[in-house]
C-alpha cells in the first residue's frame, strides 16, 4: 500500500508555469509502481494527464502533449509534473494516482489505479 501527498498547486498568471509535487510513503517505493497525474476541470470529468512506469517510460495523453513533464525522484519517493505555459483551461484539481505493477501494463486508464492523493489545486487566471 502506499500514501500519496500531492503539493505544488496555487493561484498562477495565464503563460506561467508549476512544478506539482506527489510524496509517497510506504513500504513499497514509487519506483515499483505505476505512477500517473491526472486532473478534474470545474463541471468536468476526471482525465489522465501522463504515466510512468517503474522503468521510468512515460505515456502522454492527448490532453498533456507538449506543455506536461513527469518526473520521478527516486531518492525522495516523489513524482513530480511540470506544467508550461499554462491557460485558464488548466485550472483544475490534479491527482497523483498510483497501480501495481503488473502484466496490464501502465497506462492512464482510472479505474485501474488503485491509490490515490487528495489533490492540489491549480487556479490559472487570464
Known amino acids: 500500500q502506499v500514501q500519496l501527498v500531492e503539493s505544488g498547486g496555487g493561484s498562477v498568471q495565464a503563460g506561467g508555469s508549476l512544478n506539482l509535487s506527489c510524496a509517497a510513503s510506504?513500504?513499497?517505493?514509487?519506483?515499483?509502481?505505476?505512477m500517473g497525474w491526472f486532473r478534474q476541470a470545474p463541471g468536468k470529468e476526471r482525465e489522465g494527464l501522463v504515466v510512468?512506469?517503474?522503468?521510468?517510460?512515460?505515456t502522454v495523453t492527448t490532453s498533456a502533449k507538449g506543455r506536461f513533464t513527469v518526473s520521478r525522484d527516486n531518492a525522495k519517493n516523489t513524482l513530480y509534473l511540470q506544467v508550461n505555459t499554462l491557460n485558464t483551461e488548466d485550472t483544475a484539481m490534479y491527482y497523483c494516482?498510483?497501480?501495481?505493477?503488473?502484466?496490464?501494463?501502465?497506462?492512464?486508464?482510472?479505474?485501474?489505479?488503485?491509490?490515490w492523493g487528495k489533490g492540489t489545486q491549480v487556479t490559472v487566471s487570464s
Open positions: 494516482a498510483a497501480k501495481q505493477s503488473d502484466s496490464g501494463g501502465c497506462t492512464p486508464e482510472q479505474r485501474k489505479f488503485a491509490y
Open positions: 510506504g513500504h513499497t517505493p514509487i519506483s515499483s509502481y505505476c
Open positions: 510512468m512506469n517503474r522503468y521510468g517510460i512515460k
